[in-house]
C-alpha cells in the first residue's frame, strides 16, 4: 500500500512563492509518473503538473512559466515550487501517483490573498 503525503501549503500574497512537497513510502515511486492536482471550492479537480519516471514535466497552461515540478527518487518526493502565484491559484493541492492515478495524498491547502 502506498501513501502519499503532502506538506508546504499554506497563505501567501499574490506574487508570493510556495514550495510543496509530497512524500510517498513503499518501493515503486521511481517507477511512476506523479501528479499534482488541485480542487478549488464549487470547481472541478484539474490537473496542475505531472512528471514521468525520466524526469519529463508537462504544466497546465494556466500555471506554464510559473509552476515547476521535480521529482527526487533517492527521497520518494515529488516538489511543486509555485512563483507568482495569483489569487485563482487557491486550492487544495493533491498529489497523486500513475499515469491514471492509483494513489492519492490528502491534499495541502494553498490560499492566495489579493
Known amino acids: 500500500q502506498v501513501q502519499l503525503v503532502e506538506s508546504g501549503g499554506g497563505l501567501v500574497q499574490a506574487g508570493g512563492s510556495l514550495r510543496l512537497s509530497c512524500a510517498a513510502s513503499?518501493?515503486?515511486?521511481?517507477?511512476?509518473?506523479m501528479g499534482w492536482y488541485r480542487q478549488a471550492p464549487g470547481k472541478q479537480r484539474e490537473l496542475v503538473a505531472t512528471i514521468t519516471s525520466g524526469g519529463s514535466a508537462n504544466y497546465a497552461d494556466s500555471v506554464k512559466g510559473r509552476f515547476t515540478i521535480s521529482r527526487d527518487n533517492a527521497k520518494n518526493t515529488v516538489y511543486l515550487q509555485m512563483n507568482s502565484l495569483k489569487p485563482e491559484d487557491t486550492a487544495v493541492y493533491l498529489c497523486a501517483m500513475g499515469r491514471s492515478p492509483g494513489y492519492w495524498g490528502q491534499g495541502t491547502q494553498v490560499t492566495v490573498s489579493s
Open positions: 513503499g518501493n515503486i515511486f521511481r517507477l511512476n509518473t
